[in-house]
């Protein structure tokens, strides 16, 4: 049996299901990270949103489009639009070994305010509450998605609420459209092993696992 790798000192510490070696659980993914929440506000594609409602449940994962999209940039923009670009700010992320720099909004005031300015309340956004997955205890989360941090691609929406999958809804997400713990998250992630072999689903490595709750 191989012993495992050794690893940094972290506070958290997770089996990537994306290192492959004789016992997954020697391949361990570590963080350093500084507790902190950002938000994003999103619009669900039509499409996810039928999907999700047939299935009873709702959709408030990384996916969809990010509020306001790039075709609404050179419009006149409220107040509340411009104080919200003004104040994003880069955020660190270290996870598995690779560092991302994320550009978000961590003022929750200003969002809220965004939300409700005539600029988004005719597109019916939804603001959430993100952080990275390990930042959170169980009890103040919605559930949890795994995709680009700072919003745009989610797995979830893209390898189980776009296929349809009944199959998967019902034994992977909670009413919210998040897996309802990380077990679940690395179970789906580690079944999708073969499709990223052959080229049928995209390279996860860049991604990270975060946690969600609506705002």
Not at 92 to 112: F, P, Y
Not at 161 to 178: M, P, T
């Amino acid at each position: 049996m191989d012993s495992p790798k050794p690893r940094r000192p972290s506070t958290t510490a997770w089996a990537s299901p994306f290192n492959y070696g004789p016992f997954m659980v020697n391949f361990q993914c570590t963080a350093t990270h500084s507790m902190k929440k950002w938000y994003l506000v999103k619009k669900n594609w039509p499409s996810i949103t039928c999907i999700a409602a047939k299935h009873g449940i709702q959709y408030i994962g990384l996916g969809g489009d990010l509020w306001p999209g790039s075709s609404d940039y050179g419009r006149p923009t409220s107040i509340a639009f411009d104080r919200l670009e003004r104040s994003k700010t880069y955020i660190e992320i270290k996870h598995n070994g690779l560092t991302s720099h994320e550009h978000v909004v961590t003022d929750l005031n200003l969002a809220i305010a965004y939300l409700n300015s005539s600029d988004a309340s005719k597109g019916n956004p939804i603001l959430v509450e993100i952080q990275y997955a390990f930042d959170v205890l169980r009890i103040d989360v919605d559930g949890y998605d795994f995709g680009n941090p700072s919003g745009g691609y989610s797995v979830i929406e893209t390898e189980i609420l776009l296929k349809n999958s009944k199959r998967n809804i019902d034994a992977y997400l909670n009413k919210f459209g998040l897996f309802n713990d990380l077990d679940s998250m690395y179970d789906f992630l580690s079944s999708l092993k073969i499709t990223i072999q052959q080229g049928r689903c995209e390279e996860l490595d860049n991604y990270i696992p975060v946690a969600l709750k609506t705002r």
